[in-house]
């Protein structure tokens, strides 16, 4: 939010947040010269007040944090700043509706009650000198809901309202829903209205489905990859902001002042969107592309699955030689990590820059997709060293009850052990990892070691049973073991190009893109 209205020829220097709580959008600016806030909580806007003090990138500027009701009591009633960046409650009936009926703010239409945050997206403009910039952080239903069309309308027709951007749940809290960012800029004499309004979606990444390793799109904010929604925002906007401050070319078509890309962002003329509903949602207006990437991309993906199923029958194990159940003497996890056959790990501590293999990653066999935070959580003594993954090592989820044990390989070496794991590193010279991997797995061993007291299965991998078997012996269980795991390797990638390809026909068909044969 912080780098929206800090890109451009005229980056913001004095900047309000009117709904500041603890001051995190404003610390986030890197070269202001006036900061202003208002909390209604006084704690909040003490401790706003503090932080800003001590905040070495602000240190410099003239900073003023005011508490009290900013709807209905506007601590800095003349004030015109540069930008405005809001994080404002959701969803509030009591925030004076009655009392501001006749208020100057409401210059685009007076909010319904229902309407609480098109309050502050005028409070945000009010306060604005002419060509200035407010981000909003918005709830989705905002620019959708009928009982606020007829502003939306206004604020696009006069050219306010510049982009809406959908980042994906967790981003933000409520943490559940993909909240929306709202970029708005104060029209005036100098600003020439514009009759586009940039749309981006950030809130369903597209998923590399021909990798073998792709990482889920979903799985909630400790997953966000930051960077990629950053560069997709800030690749969209930046054009986008240059094209209206210095003018579009001769001709140029409605549509096409920045560079589309298909399913991420999009800039529409108003006059599309100015119907019945005037619905702002960026998922209405920017359908995704076709699942397989286009024709070219389908015939790719084609050829992959081929290989990928030729090599599926290849892998499919042959018929077992069955037998009676085998009665052999067993040893527990436990046992073998105090004689020390192996070493037991805890995942979820550490701090650092490095990539985190998390739950997600072990269950989908994908690769490491956390973080680590950057700074430890707590001051007192050294930060603690995350535990690091090795090839070899059998790594375990320690929550809900399946069967999923993960060998590493040297792709995945150098990551951290992530929450809720639990990491297995066996002495090559007692034991082999696939061996131990492979037992890890029976659906038996799982339940007698798993405990059944809470609304949640725990695995105790203490409790984990293996067979004694000399060393050789666990090598040509390994050696079958691994085999295996090859196998639903090529089965998981198989549904993935698989899906990815029949999508893509739909599409394709249903677009026009392809014909039917």
Same mark, same amino acid.
């Given at each position: 939010?912080?780098?929206?209205?800090?890109?451009?020829?005229?980056?913001?220097?004095?900047?309000?947040?009117?709904?500041?709580?603890?001051?995190?959008?404003?610390?986030?600016?890197?070269?202001?010269?006036?900061?202003?806030?208002?909390?209604?909580?006084?704690?909040?806007?003490?401790?706003?007040?503090?932080?800003?003090?001590?905040?070495?990138?602000?240190?410099?500027?003239?900073?003023?944090?005011?508490?009290?009701?900013?709807?209905?009591?506007?601590?800095?009633?003349?004030?015109?700043?540069?930008?405005?960046?809001?994080?404002?409650?959701?969803?509030?009936?009591?925030?004076?509706?009655?009392?501001?009926?006749?208020?100057?703010? @409401?210059?685009?239409?007076?909010?319904?009650? =229902?309407?609480?945050?098109?309050?502050?997206?005028?409070?945000?403009?009010?306060?604005?000198?002419?060509?200035?910039?407010?981000?909003?952080?918005?709830?989705?239903? !905002?620019?959708?809901?009928?009982?606020?069309?007829?502003?939306?309308?206004?604020?696009?027709?006069?050219?306010?309202?510049?982009?809406?951007?959908?980042?994906?749940?967790?981003?933000?809290?409520?943490?559940?829903?993909?909240?929306?960012? @709202?970029?708005?800029?104060?029209?005036?004499?100098?600003?020439?209205?514009?009759?586009?309004?940039?749309?981006?979606? /950030?809130?369903?990444?597209?998923?590399?489905?021909?990798?073998? !390793?792709?990482?889920?799109?979903?799985?909630?904010?400790?997953?966000?990859?930051?960077?990629?929604?950053?560069?997709? +925002?800030?690749?969209?906007?930046?054009?986008?902001?240059?094209?209206?401050?210095?003018?579009?070319?001769?001709?140029?078509?409605?549509?096409?002042?920045?560079?589309?890309?298909?399913?991420?962002?999009?800039?529409?003329?108003?006059?599309?969107?100015?119907?019945?509903?005037?619905?702002?949602?960026?998922?209405?207006?920017?359908?995704?592309?076709?699942?397989?990437?286009?024709?070219?991309?389908?015939?790719?993906?084609?050829?992959?699955?081929?290989?990928?199923?030729?090599?599926?029958?290849?892998?499919?194990?042959?018929?077992?030689?069955?037998?009676?159940?085998?009665?052999?003497?067993?040893?527990?996890?436990?046992?073998?990590?105090?004689?020390? !056959?192996?070493?037991?790990? /805890?995942?979820?501590?550490?701090?650092?820059?490095?990539?985190?293999?998390?739950?997600?990653?072990?269950?989908?066999?994908? +690769?490491?997709?956390?973080?680590?935070?950057?700074?430890?959580?707590? =001051?007192?003594?050294?930060?603690?060293?995350?535990?690091?993954?090795?090839?070899?090592?059998?790594?375990?989820?320690?929550?809900?009850?399946? /069967?999923?044990?993960?060998?590493?390989?040297?792709?995945?070496?150098?990551?951290?052990?992530?929450?809720?794991?639990?990491?297995?590193?066996?002495?090559?010279?007692?034991?082999?990892?696939?061996?131990?991997?492979?037992?890890?797995?029976?659906?038996?061993?799982?339940?007698?070691?798993?405990?059944?007291?809470?609304?949640? /299965?725990?695995?105790?991998?203490?409790?984990?049973?293996?067979?004694?078997?000399?060393?050789?012996?666990?090598?040509?269980?390994?050696?079958?073991?691994?085999?295996?795991?090859?196998?639903?390797?090529?089965?998981?990638?198989?549904?993935?190009?698989?899906?990815?390809?029949?999508?893509?026909?739909?599409?394709?068909?249903?677009?026009?893109?392809?014909?039917?044969?």
């Amino acid at each position: 939010m912080a780098a929206l209205v800090e890109t451009g020829s005229r980056p913001a220097r004095t900047v309000l947040d009117p709904a500041t709580g603890t001051g995190a959008l404003l610390r986030a600016l890197s070269r202001p010269t006036a900061l202003y806030a208002q909390d209604a909580d006084p704690d909040l806007a003490a401790l706003t007040a503090l932080r800003l003090a001590l905040n070495s990138t602000v240190e410099s500027c003239t900073v003023a944090v005011r508490a009290g009701d900013t709807l209905r009591a506007d601590a800095f009633p003349q004030l015109a700043v540069d930008a405005v960046l809001c994080h404002p409650p959701f969803n509030e009936r009591n925030w004076g509706h009655d009392e501001l009926a006749y208020d100057p703010r @409401w210059e685009y239409g007076f909010p319904a009650r =229902t309407e609480s945050e098109l309050a502050w997206v005028q409070h945000a403009l009010a306060h604005l000198r002419e060509g200035g910039t407010a981000v909003l952080l918005m709830p989705p239903a !905002a620019a959708s809901r009928r009982s606020g069309r007829r502003i939306r309308a206004d604020l696009l027709r006069r050219g306010a309202l510049r982009a809406v951007v959908a980042l994906p749940a967790g981003a933000a809290p409520p943490y559940g829903i993909p909240l929306h960012l @709202w970029v708005l800029r104060k029209p005036g004499a100098g600003v020439r209205p514009s009759p586009e309004l940039l749309l981006v979606d /950030t809130a369903e990444p597209a998923e590399p489905a021909t990798a073998t !390793a792709a990482t889920p799109a979903s799985g909630g904010r400790d997953r966000l990859d930051w960077q990629a929604v950053r560069s997709a +925002v800030l690749d969209a906007w930046e054009p986008f902001d240059r094209a209206e401050r210095t003018g579009p070319e001769p001709d140029a078509p409605l549509g096409r002042t920045g560079q589309d890309r298909p399913g991420v962002s999009r800039v529409v003329p108003v006059i599309e969107l100015l119907d019945d509903d005037v619905d702002l949602a960026p998922a209405r207006h920017l359908p995704p592309p076709t699942a397989g990437g286009g024709p070219a991309e389908l015939t790719r993906v084609r050829d992959r699955l081929t290989e990928t199923l030729r090599l599926t029958a290849t892998l499919t194990p042959p018929l077992a030689d069955l037998s009676d159940p085998a009665h052999w003497p067993l040893t527990t996890v436990g046992e073998l990590a105090r004689a020390g !056959a192996l070493q037991l790990r /805890t995942g979820g501590s550490g701090t650092g820059p490095g990539p985190v293999l998390t739950e997600y990653d072990v269950l989908g066999s994908t +690769v490491p997709s956390g973080t680590l935070p950057a700074t430890p959580a707590s =001051t007192d003594g050294p930060p603690e060293e995350p535990v690091l993954v090795e090839p070899g090592d059998v790594v375990v989820p320690v929550l809900g009850g399946g /069967t999923v044990a993960r060998v590493i390989d040297e792709a995945t070496a150098g990551a951290a052990l992530g929450r809720n794991l639990q990491l297995l590193r066996p002495d090559p010279a007692a034991l082999d990892p696939w061996f131990l991997a492979g037992f890890l797995r029976g659906t038996a061993n799982n339940r007698q070691a798993s405990s059944y007291a809470s609304t949640a /299965t725990r695995l105790d991998a203490r409790r984990l049973q293996l067979p004694r078997l000399p060393l050789a012996e666990q090598q040509r269980y390994g050696a079958q073991f691994r085999a295996l795991a090859a196998f639903e390797d090529a089965l998981r990638l198989t549904g993935r190009l698989g899906g990815q390809l029949v999508q893509g026909m739909y599409d394709g068909l249903t677009d026009g893109t392809v014909t039917p044969k």
